[in-house]
């Protein structure tokens, strides 16, 4: 690069694609890693719902009543019953191998005392250490117990000689009519992918942001960089941060066409909407990039740091423990991530059909990400001015 002598911001963008040509890094950053990760995640995810969940029987009882349980039981979508097992503590065993996620047990009277209206109980052990597996086969078998319980009461009150309205009413005095609104289906794969996907692209957009300024500090070329771009810092990271935005953002957008057009994620908001909330999505992340090489110049230990800063995202974002119910600091915490206030818009317009003005805090917030690094301007040129703050990897 020694030789390279055209100055001004196309220089710098020529001379980034040089870069990028010259390094095998920089392809598997930006293209090859990023297109593996998309496909691996869709595909992990594509079913959308987890069914025949694997888990057990004890049937103490082997009456037509409750072989007739255990049939409602495994006709559930979530679960299948793969094994019979002869006690609890045999299928104890099974749980804590692995082999089942739970297992209902039947008592030895369940018959008779079904029929002498002495209300015996069925037992359900689940292995709610898999939270998401534990709550869906947990509401399926749930929902399959009292289905089959209202209708031996049915059927009970009819044999008395009751009307069957009479006899309906009494079984379910109060109906509860509920409505799942903008995922009826309960599909996971509108849940997951919509926030893993790009949770796996900011942590390369991270990476690649902090590699491509970092490795200008690792290799010493970190003046002739700033000297390409006539010694201006915003020309210099404006334009070699352009291929990176061109990239991710291409990236950003071909994975909400997937998930919308491929795979039938609902969509019932503002286009344009959606565009602009993923190129600042893009940006944010970029600048957040900028901040942390800035901080720490060393490449290794800024690359560490963007990769906790990743990996806290989904966890901070309030998708999987809300933000109400958190402490009011950590709560605030959240919100100095950008993926925060991205999903926030992208449910609300894809999932929910939001009015556009529910979405402009969001947006605003997202954009205030896009000031930080004129922060570390004067301090960024610095560094490059600097040979002895370089290589210190």
């Known amino acids: 690069m020694s030789n390279y002598n055209p100055k001004g911001w196309w220089a710098v963008i020529k001379r980034e694609f040089m870069l990028m040509r010259s390094r095998r890094t920089y392809l598997m950053v930006t293209l090859i890693l990023p297109v593996i990760a998309i496909g691996v995640m869709t595909l992990m995810f594509i079913n959308g ?5 694997p888990i057990g029987l004890v049937d103490m ?3 037509a009543t409750s072989r007739k349980l255990a049939r409602m039981i495994d006709a559930v979508p979530s679960a299948t019953i793969v094994s019979n097992y002869s006690d609890l503590t045999e299928a104890k065993r099974a749980i804590e191998r692995g082999d089942i996620y739970g297992v209902v047990i039947i008592p030895q009277d369940f018959e008779k005392n079904l029929f002498k209206a002495s209300q015996p109980q069925v037992a359900f052990f689940y292995n709610n250490a898999y939270m998401i597996v534990g709550g869906i086969i947990n509401k399926d078998v749930t929902t399959a117990v009292s289905t089959f319980s209202a209708g031996v009461d049915l059927n009970l009150r009819l044999k008395k000689g009751q009307h069957y309205n009479q006899a309906v009413q ?8 509920s409505h799942a609104l903008f995922n009826p289906y309960t599909n996971y794969f509108y ?16 990476s690649g942001t902090v590699y491509a300024i970092g490795s200008e500090f690792k290799y010493h070329t970190a003046d002739e960089w700033l000297k390409t771009a006539h010694g ?19 990236l950003m957008l071909f994975v909400n066409v997937l998930l919308i057009k491929f795979f039938g994620t609902p969509f ?23 901040v942390i090489i ?29 933000h109400i119910a958190m402490y009011k600091a950590v709560m605030v915490l959240g919100y100095l991530f950008p993926f925060t206030h991205y999903h926030k818009v992208f449910i609300g317009q894809a999932l929910q059909g939001a009015p556009v003005y529910s979405s402009l805090h969001s947006l605003l917030l997202l954009n205030l990400f896009l000031i930080l690094p004129f922060f570390f301007l004067r301090r960024m040129k610095k560094i490059c001015n600097t040979p002895k703050l370089w290589g210190r990897d």
Do not use: C, E
């Not at 009494?170 to 009519?177: A, F, G, L, N, R």
């Not at 893993?196 to 900011?202: E, V």
């Not at 201006?232 to 291409?250: D, E, G, H, N």
């Not at 901080?295 to 906790?308: D, G, K």
């Open 49 to 53: 719902v987890p069914r025949n969940l």
């Open 170 to 177: 009494q079984v379910m005095p109060v109906k509860v009519d």
């Open 268 to 290: 019932n908001g503002s286009v344009w909407l959606l565009v602009y909330n993923a190129l600042l999505f893009v940006l944010a992340y970029i600048s957040m990039g900028i």
């Open 61 to 63: 009882n082997s009456s």
């Open 232 to 250: 201006s810092i915003i020309r210099a990271l404006s334009a070699k941060m352009t291929p990176y935005l061109i990239i991710y953002s291409f």
């Open 294 to 322: 800035s901080i720490f110049t060393s490449l290794r230990m800024a690359l560490s740091i963007s990769s906790v800063y990743a990996a806290l995202a989904f966890t901070m974002s309030g998708l999987t423990f809300p």
């Open 191 to 206: 849940y997951l992918t919509t926030a893993f996907l790009p949770i796996m692209l900011l942590m390369f957009i991270l």
